[in-house]
Structures are given as C-alpha cells and as structure tokens.
C-alpha cells in the first residue's frame, strides 16, 4: 500500500507529532511495565500460584512476626534495667539501623549493576527518546523497591515493638514512617554513584563477577567469624568478668557523619528515654538524600554512556581452558564413554565460568568447617559411660543431619541440572545422544562433589567423636547409599518439574519441584533414620551392658539394614525409571 | 530422504498440525512456508524429536524417529528458530561438543572446526565465550554447529532471521552446495525471496494443513491467475494475505 494511501487511514497514522510531556509523566511511564506486569501476574495467578502467594506471604508474616517478638522481648528486658537499659536500647536502635544501612548500601550496588546497566529491557530504553533525568529516576525507584522492601519487613516489626514497649504516641510512628524514605534514598543514591563509577571501570559483567564473589566472601567471613566467636560463651557467667570494659565501650558516641546515626537521633529521642533534636537530625537526613540524589543524577547524566557501552564487551573464558584444568578434567571423565565425557566437561566449564554457581562452594567450605568446629567443641568430658552414650547419639543424630544437608546442597545444584540447561536443551535433545546416557552424565558431576562433601561431614566429625567402629562404617556405608539416592531422586523431580526459562540455578530450585524434592528427600532420610534407630539402639546397649549380642537380635539387625538398602535401592531405581520417562516427556 | 506420515498435533481444542504427509527425496532444498501460526515450526520440533506427535510417523533417512531416535538423528543437522546456546562455553568449544555427540574423531573434529569457523566468519572469536556474540553471531555458530558432522539431512527454521546479507548469501551458496551432495534441506521461512531462489520444491501450510506443495512453476499453474506471479502473490492467494488490503479499504468506507 502507497505511503499517501497509509496517511489517510485514521488508524494507521504514517507521522505524527511527538507528544511532549514532564519528566515525571515519562519516569512513570517507564515505571509502567514493570508495575503492569506485577498486575497482570497478579490477576492471572494460577491455583498453584495462589497457594504460593498464600505460602510466602504466611512466611512473612511469620517472620514478621518473630523479629517483633524477639524486639519485644529484648526491649522489655532492656526496660526493666535501671540506667543501662537506656545505654542498651540506644546502642539496639543504633545497631538496626547501621546493619539496615551496611546492608542497603550494598545490596544497591548489586541492584543498580541490574536495573541500569545489565536489564534486558535497556537496549530499548536507551534507544528511545527519554531524558537522561527521567530515565534516571524511573530506574533509580526500581532499585530502590527491588533493593529496600525485605529490609522494611524487618524493619516494620522492630520499630512497632519499640513503640509498643515505650508506649510512645502516634508521633513516633509518623516519625518512623517519615525516616525511611530519606534513610532509603541515601544507600541508593550512594549505590548507583558506585556502580556507575565501578562500571566504567571494569566491564559490567566482569563487575557483577566481582560483587558476587565479594558478598559471597563476605557472608562465608561473617559466618564463620560469628561461629569461631563462639557466642554460646556469654551465656557462661565467666564471660562477664569485663563488664565494665564493655560498659565504657557501650556508652562511647557513635560516629556523627553517618546517616544512620542520624536517623537513630530522630527515633530516639521520641522513645521519651531522654531528650534529643529529632527535627535537626531530620533535617540532616532529609537534605543529604535529597544531596545525594542530585550528585547520583549529576555521576549518572556523564558517566552513563561510557558505562553502558562497556557492559557490552564480553570475556574470555580463564581458568577452565588452561591447558592443567583441561587435563584434569580429560583424567577424571577417562573411565566414561565419550559422550558421557563430553556432557559431563561441559557440566564442569559451565559450572566453574558461572560465578553465581562456583561462588556457593565458598559457602559450602565455610558450612563444613563451622560443621565439623560444632563437633570439635562439644563439651564431651564427663564419665566414660556418660561420654560413650552421647557421643553414639550425636553420631547418629549427624548420619541424619549430614544427609539433610547434602540434600540441601543437591536441591541447589543437583535438582536443577536439566533446567539449567534452559533453552540450550534443544542441542542435546536433537543430537543423537540417548537420554540414558545424559541422565548418568548428569548423576555422576553431581554425585561425585556431593559424596565428598557428605562423606567429610560424617567421617571427620565421627573420627572426632571417637564412635565405635559399627557407627563408624554404618554412618559412612548408609550416608554413600543415601547419597547415591538423593542425586538419583534430584534428578528425577528435576525432569519432573523442568523451568528452562528460569536466569538462575536458585531461581529453578526455589519453585514448586524443589519443595516438592525437599519433602521427598525429608521422608526418605526419616524412613532411613528410623529403620536404622533399632539395630544401633540394640548394638548400643550391648556394647553399654557389656553383653553379647543374641542370634535375635543379629537377626533383627540384619533385617533392618537389609530393609535400609532395600529402601534405598528401590528408591533409586524408580527414581531412576521415573526421571527417564519424565525426560523422555519434556517437549520445547 | 524425508518422509511424514499423517503427522498430527494437537495442544488442547488447538489442531497445530492436522495430518500432514509429506515425502523429499535426496539432495533436494525443500521450502516450508505459512504465516505465523501456521504450524511450521511445531512440525519441525516433531522432525526433530523436540515436540511429540499426537499421530503419525517421522522417518529421516528410513529411520523411525520414534523407534529408532539415536540412528535417525545421526543423519540430521538442526538450526532451531532461535539461536539458543551454551553462553558459558566459547565458540570452538561448542562446536567440539557438537562434534562429539555425533561420534566424530578428534583429528576430523579439529580440521572441521577450523574450517566452518573460518566459513562462517567466527574464527577470530572462537575463544570468546558465547555470551558476548550477537545475534548473528550466534545464528552462524548454531549453523556451524549443524553442518559439523557433514549431516545428510539439514533442517532449518527461518534461517536467515538476524543474518546480514553477506551472511545469507553464503547461507544460500551452502544450501546449494549441500544440495548438490545430495544432502536434503528443509527450510521454513518467511522470506519469500529465499524460498523462490533456493528452493527446489516449496509447500504451503495453513492452519496445520498443507494447501499447497510443488515447484514453484506447478504452484503458479494451480491457479490460471497466477500463471506469471511471483511466489508472494501465490502465497498471499492462498493464505488469504490478500484480504488484508481490502480489509483497510473497507475501514476507510
């Protein structure tokens, strides 16, 4: 059809003028995708979406629920002591809000890598005719809802026990609500400014690398830091012994420059504790957000482009194409067919180039250590008989534990397996590979680090133990079958339940299936558990009485571990048979 | 080459595909044509093994895709409608895997790499990890990584989608050169061009039912109108394509 023919038709307009409006109007019109597609979710929720819009929400309730208790409890001790209380109630508030603001200052820097330089839709936003102004606070909104909103579930709850406990007026509450707005866009703006400048530094995707693998190391320090502290010990009437270094350290001011001190300044004094400026420190706060935003738009409006143009450029593959890894990786896939080899090298190099995959193992290390120190400091002296029984308990109470975790780690990395190959499956799927073959690719990378990991935990902490020999070789032979059994069950409820559209690992294992394989994974080790609590409780009480052991009850014991590897292969096997079928089944 | 028996498929009320039979013979380019919607694509997922039939057979090269599925795909090379890949892997290892799951040795593998990157332009890139090719990048890898165990069957969905036009020129050399080996090509496309410079045979499918199938001159002689058209015109014809311009003159009225 001619172009003239086109113009005159009212509803195919060929030009028009472009329609001028504020900055505002365009930001919420950027806004809009994002708040429509929250709608039309929302609208659209299935029965099993429901349940689990019903499921999290309870959860946050919960957990709102428990943060208040615990601020409650805590204030209304704080209360009862005369003078220090005060100091203790202070240094708490303090304490929130400086963790709130460590917390929000880093969670918005990995925020704004996403919402301004990595997001999928920002091809076209950049390409479209949007100031630089509107452009920046439509995104700098989202990064502050995505990067804010759990910490306000935390926060809600404390500042209602806090008012509740003081039984404060309405004001303290208006103040509360008031607060967090600056308190929000400061960490935000501060967090944009830093990624900007970070981005035009190094390329995006290697930034987003970095910062994974930063918080990742510094949630395993934290961890490990507050275990090695070991806090169990202040509840020993030996800790206080420096009561009144802690006092002094208690009562010194807090640094005056930082925001959440501020903040802190405004609520506090609002308790009725003591007196105090909150209009000032308002003031203070509300002004420097207000700063910081406009030196955020002023970083962003220049160093945008050139950060944007940067997170294009993409990277080298590193450590995994050295010459040694692929050696190694040749060497331990040697006893499988070629194919097999293949998958299971491609398993490995995707693994180890996905930070967000290889990062966990930092965790993971930081889980085993804290796991086997827990053994290590176990107050085990005591009689010999006193000694013998707990430490045969704990032992078997750790074959459960140990499987438990391992099942958590395979819900993680094991569970998700097919899905992850999200919409690359189709490679695998039309070559001429039998789906046999893939599934044993698949259960050997994903057994093998987990056996490891099972094994250590179970081996290291009953050699610290010191358990008798039976508990010994029981808890490692039942942990190997368990191990065996839960990868095979991962698998099967992963092709059962396959997410190829999911961006990550975490996301796959966080749906329905990874609950559903939780619960699985949760009766099978309990069948196991129990099955095998008879025959220990039996050789137990032998070895504790001193008596051998009758033909009975051998017979009894060989019936329940024969039951135990009965369990566990039938297991296997249908999850095997079932995850084939399943895989069989998957369509693209 | 190419053989479908009564291939139906059904999502729900929905007929996608409705009893489609269809026969290519070796080393021809057969072109697969439909608006959107028409069931294209969902019969090449059930050539492929992607998708599985409600009814009806697939054999490639004599094989029975649902009985024999191994030896039915070693004959074939598929390039899907998107490119999707292994983003964490590089380009010459993804065509090492590629490779290795259709049994090729290490020695032919290596010579056959080189060769198709350098083909299809990628070889400077090859070390480079997927995630940071573009589009068209990545659609020349996806077809490197199909021809890479010299396959007898080439099934590709909308091919040129993403390519410049050096690249589907090349696209169009190779499936000439295939053909000429007697390698069979089935290709579904919009471009209607494409289809009437490369394709030996073209069919026509319109809501899951082949309308039309044949050279382009005996699709031009179904109908005397059409006796000097252009294969758009024939397409349109029959697709009800043409309705559309009636349709804005009627708004106007």
Same mark, same amino acid.
């Given at each position: 059809?001619?172009?003239?023919?086109?113009?005159?038709?009212?509803?195919?307009?060929?030009?028009?003028?472009?329609?001028?409006?504020?900055?505002?109007?365009?930001?919420?019109?950027?806004?809009?995708?994002?708040?429509?597609?929250?709608?039309?979710?929302?609208?659209?929720?299935?029965?099993?979406?429901?349940?689990?819009?019903?499921?999290?929400?309870?959860?946050?309730?919960?957990?709102?629920?428990?943060?208040?208790?615990?601020?409650?409890?805590?204030?209304?001790?704080?209360?009862?002591?005369?003078?220090?209380?005060?100091?203790?109630?202070?240094?708490?508030?303090?304490?929130?809000?400086?963790?709130?603001?460590?917390?929000?200052?880093?969670?918005?820097?990995?925020?704004?890598?996403?919402?301004?330089?990595?997001?999928?839709?920002?091809?076209?936003?950049?390409?479209?005719?949007?100031?630089?102004?509107?452009?920046?606070?439509?995104?700098?909104?989202?990064?502050?809802?995505?990067?804010?909103?759990?910490?306000?579930?935390?926060?809600?709850?404390?500042?209602?026990?806090?008012?509740?406990?003081?039984?404060?007026?309405?004001?303290?509450?208006?103040?509360?609500?008031?607060?967090?707005?600056?308190?929000?866009?400061?960490?935000?703006?501060?967090?944009?400014?830093?990624?900007?400048?970070?981005?035009?530094?190094?390329?995006?995707?290697?930034?987003?690398?970095?910062?994974?693998?930063?918080?990742?190391?510094?949630?395993?320090?934290?961890?490990?830091?507050?275990?090695?502290?070991?806090?169990?010990?202040?509840?020993?009437?030996?800790?206080?012994?420096?009561?009144?270094?802690?006092?002094?350290?208690?009562?010194?001011?807090?640094?005056?420059?930082?925001?959440?001190?501020?903040?802190?300044?405004?609520?506090?004094?609002?308790?009725?504790?003591?007196?105090?400026?909150?209009?000032?420190?308002?003031?203070?706060?509300?002004?420097?957000?207000?700063?910081?935003?406009?030196?955020?738009?002023?970083?962003?409006?220049?160093?945008?482009?050139?950060?944007?143009?940067?997170?294009?450029?993409?990277?080298?593959?590193?450590?995994?194409?050295?010459?040694?890894?692929?050696?190694?990786?040749?060497?331990?896939?040697?006893?499988?067919?070629?194919?097999?080899?293949?998958?299971?090298?491609?398993?490995?190099?995707?693994?180890?180039?996905?930070?967000?995959?290889?990062?966990?193992?930092?965790?993971?290390?930081?889980?085993?250590?804290?796991?086997?120190?827990?053994?290590?400091?176990?107050?085990?002296?005591?009689?010999?008989?006193?000694?013998?029984?707990?430490?045969?308990?704990?032992?078997?109470?750790?074959?459960?534990?140990?499987?438990?975790?391992?099942?958590?780690?395979?819900?993680?990395?094991?569970?998700?397996?097919?899905?992850?190959?999200?919409?690359?499956?189709?490679?695998?799927?039309?070559?001429?590979?039998?789906?046999?073959?893939?599934?044993?690719?698949?259960?050997?990378?994903?057994?093998?680090?987990?056996?490891?990991?099972?094994?250590?935990?179970?081996?290291?902490?009953?050699?610290?133990?010191?358990?008798?020999?039976?508990?010994?070789?029981?808890?490692?032979?039942?942990?190997?079958?368990?191990?065996?059994?839960?990868?095979?069950?991962?698998?099967?409820?992963?092709?059962?339940?396959?997410?190829?559209?999911?961006?990550?690992?975490?996301?796959?294992?966080?749906?329905?299936?990874?609950?559903?394989?939780?619960?699985?994974?949760?009766?099978?080790?309990?069948?196991?558990?129990?099955?095998?609590?008879?025959?220990?409780?039996?050789?137990?009480?032998?070895?504790?009485?001193?008596?051998?052991?009758?033909?009975?009850?051998?017979?009894?014991?060989?019936?329940?571990?024969?039951?135990?590897?009965?369990?566990?292969?039938?297991?296997?096997?249908?999850?095997?048979?079932?995850?084939?079928?399943?895989?069989?089944?998957?369509?693209? | 080459?190419?053989?479908?028996?009564?291939?139906?498929?059904?999502?729900?009320?929905?007929?996608?595909?409705?009893?489609?039979?269809?026969?290519?013979?070796?080393?021809?380019?057969?072109?697969?044509?439909?608006?959107?919607?028409?069931?294209?694509?969902?019969?090449?997922?059930?050539?492929?093994?992607?998708?599985?039939?409600?009814?009806?057979?697939?054999?490639?090269?004599?094989?029975?895709?649902?009985?024999?599925?191994?030896?039915?795909?070693?004959?074939?090379?598929?390039?899907?409608?998107?490119?999707?890949?292994?983003?964490?892997?590089?380009?010459?290892?993804? !065509?090492?895997? +590629? =490779?290795? /799951?259709? $049994?090729?040795?290490?020695? #032919?593998?290596?010579?056959?790499?080189?060769?198709? @990157?350098?083909?299809?332009?990628?070889?400077?890139?090859?070390?480079?990890?997927?995630?940071?090719?573009?589009?068209?990048?990545?659609?020349? !890898?996806?077809? +490197? =990584?199909? /021809?890479? $165990?010299?396959?007898?069957? #080439?099934?590709?969905?909308?091919?040129?989608?993403? @390519?410049?036009?050096?690249?589907?020129?090349?696209?169009?050399?190779?499936?000439?050169?295939?053909?000429?080996?007697?390698?069979?090509?089935?290709?579904?496309?919009?471009?209607?061009?494409?289809?009437?410079?490369?394709?030996?045979?073209?069919?026509?499918?319109?809501?899951?039912?082949?309308?039309?199938?044949?050279?382009?001159?005996?699709?031009?002689?179904?109908?005397?109108?059409?006796?000097?058209?252009?294969?758009?015109?024939?397409?349109?014809?029959?697709?009800?394509?043409?309705?559309?311009?009636?349709?804005?003159?009627?708004?106007?009225?």
């Amino acid at each position: 059809m001619a172009n003239a023919e086109l113009a005159q038709t009212p509803w195919l307009p060929v030009s028009a003028e472009p329609q001028r409006r504020g900055p505002w109007h365009d930001a919420r019109l950027l806004l809009s995708p994002r708040a429509q597609s929250i709608r039309n979710r929302f609208h659209r929720l299935t029965r099993g979406g429901r349940v689990r819009l019903a499921l999290l929400a309870a959860l946050a309730l919960t957990v709102g629920g428990a943060v208040f208790v615990f601020f409650y409890r805590a204030l209304s001790y704080f209360a009862a002591v005369p003078e220090f209380g005060t100091v203790l109630t202070y240094k708490l508030l303090s304490m929130v809000f400086i963790t709130f603001f460590s917390i929000l200052l880093f969670s918005n820097i990995v925020t704004a890598l996403s919402t301004f330089f990595l997001s999928r839709d920002l091809d076209r936003l950049v390409a479209a005719p949007v100031s630089a102004r509107c452009f920046f606070y439509a995104r700098f909104t989202e990064t502050v809802i995505d990067s804010s909103w759990m910490m306000l579930l935390f926060a809600a709850p404390a500042f209602l026990a806090y008012g509740v406990v003081h039984s404060t007026g309405p004001g303290f509450y208006v103040m509360a609500i008031l607060t967090l707005p600056p308190f929000l866009v400061i960490p935000a703006a501060l967090g944009v400014t830093i990624t900007t400048v970070l981005v035009n530094v190094f390329p995006a995707r290697r930034t987003k690398d970095i910062l994974v693998l930063l918080s990742v190391f510094a949630v395993a320090l934290l961890y490990l830091l507050f275990r090695l502290l070991r806090p169990e010990r202040l509840v020993n009437p030996e800790g206080f012994a420096d009561f009144s270094s802690f006092l002094s350290a208690m009562q010194t001011p807090e640094w005056m420059f930082l925001p959440s001190t501020w903040a802190t300044e405004v609520l506090f004094p609002l308790l009725g504790l003591r007196n105090g400026q909150p209009a000032y420190f308002y003031l203070l706060l509300a002004t420097t957000a207000a700063v910081a935003l406009m030196a955020g738009e002023t970083v962003l409006g220049r160093l945008y482009l050139p950060g944007w143009s940067k997170a294009q450029e993409g990277r080298q593959a590193r450590l995994t194409q050295r010459p040694l890894a692929a050696l190694l990786l040749a060497a331990l896939t040697a006893p499988f067919p070629p194919q097999m080899r293949l998958i299971m090298i491609k398993e490995v190099k995707t693994f180890f180039r996905d930070t967000s995959q290889w990062s966990q193992l930092i965790l993971l290390l930081a889980l085993v250590v804290v796991y086997v120190y827990n053994f290590s400091v176990l107050p085990l002296r005591g009689s010999p008989l006193v000694t013998f029984y707990f430490k045969n308990v704990i032992a078997f109470v750790n074959l459960a534990l140990a499987a438990f975790v391992t099942a958590a780690v395979a819900v993680r990395f094991v569970y998700p397996s097919f899905s992850i190959e999200g919409r690359a499956f189709w490679v695998l799927k039309t070559a001429p590979v039998s789906l046999r073959r893939l599934w044993w690719a698949k259960f050997w990378v994903g057994v093998v680090p987990l056996l490891v990991l099972g094994e250590t935990l179970v081996l290291a902490t009953n050699t610290y133990l010191q358990v008798m020999p039976f508990m010994f070789w029981l808890a490692g032979g039942t942990l190997l079958a368990m191990v065996l059994t839960i990868v095979a069950l991962g698998l099967a409820i992963g092709a059962a339940y396959p997410n190829f559209d999911a961006d990550n690992a975490a996301q796959i294992a966080a749906g329905s299936g990874g609950l559903v394989y939780m619960i699985l994974c949760l009766a099978f080790i309990g069948t196991v558990v129990v099955l095998e609590a008879w025959p220990v409780y039996v050789l137990f009480t032998s070895r504790l009485g001193g008596l051998p052991l009758s033909a009975g009850a051998w017979s009894g014991i060989i019936t329940s571990l024969t039951a135990v590897a009965a369990l566990n292969l039938a297991v296997f096997l249908g999850s095997v048979r079932y995850g084939l079928r399943r895989l069989e089944a998957i369509e693209m | 080459m190419i053989e479908l028996r009564n291939l139906t498929k059904r999502y729900g009320q929905t007929l996608a595909v409705d009893n489609l039979s269809l026969d290519i013979p070796s080393g021809e380019i057969f072109g697969f044509l439909g608006p959107n919607g028409a069931g294209k694509t969902t019969t090449i997922r059930m050539m492929m093994g992607l998708l599985q039939p409600t009814a009806g057979i697939v054999r490639l090269g004599g094989h029975d895709l649902h009985r024999q599925p191994l030896a039915a795909k070693q004959l074939c090379g598929f390039v899907p409608d998107r490119p999707h890949v292994y983003e964490k892997l590089t380009g010459a290892e993804f !065509l090492d895997f +590629a =490779a290795g /799951l259709y $049994h090729l040795s290490a020695e #032919l593998r290596d010579g056959r790499r080189d060769h198709l @990157l350098a083909l299809f332009d990628l070889t400077g890139w090859c070390d480079e990890l997927i995630e940071s090719y573009s589009h068209g990048m990545k659609q020349r !890898l996806v077809m +490197a =990584a199909a /021809l890479i $165990h010299a396959p007898r069957i #080439l099934i590709v969905d909308e091919p040129m989608v993403g @390519l410049d036009p050096r690249g589907t020129r090349l696209l169009k050399q190779i499936f000439r050169t295939l053909a000429s080996e007697g390698v069979t090509v089935f290709m579904s496309t919009h471009s209607l061009e494409t289809a009437e410079e490369t394709c030996d045979r073209i069919g026509i499918i319109n809501q899951g039912r082949m309308i039309a199938l044949g050279t382009l001159d005996e699709l031009r002689r179904q109908d005397d109108r059409h006796l000097d058209s252009k294969l758009e015109t024939i397409f349109l014809s029959l697709t009800g394509g043409l309705d559309a311009h009636d349709m804005v003159g009627g708004s106007r009225a």
